[in-house]
């Protein structure tokens, strides 16, 4: 990942609860290299999508499983589309 390429996702929360949910439909995308102050779960519910950290470690999540990751760890993400 090149650092220029890199900017911070500013995530809002629920301020009665300090937490962010929400349900997304991706059929097949990309997101750039960012970071976050929060913590980030992911539980897929179908398809699969991979994380790719700074360090080169990918992480392939499927349907019924989750991802985590760190604060302000650098990361970029790939959807991939549901067959079937």
Known sequence: MINNEI????????PDIEVRFYLSEDEGSYVAPHWHNSLELVYMLEGSMTTQ???????TIEAGEISVVNPR????????????
């Open 73 to 84: 760890v650098i990361h970029s993400v790939t959807a991939q589309k549901k067959h079937g």
């Open 53 to 59: 950290f700074e360090n080169n470690v990918r992480q």
């Open 7 to 14: 900017r911070h996702e500013i995530v809002s929360s629920n």
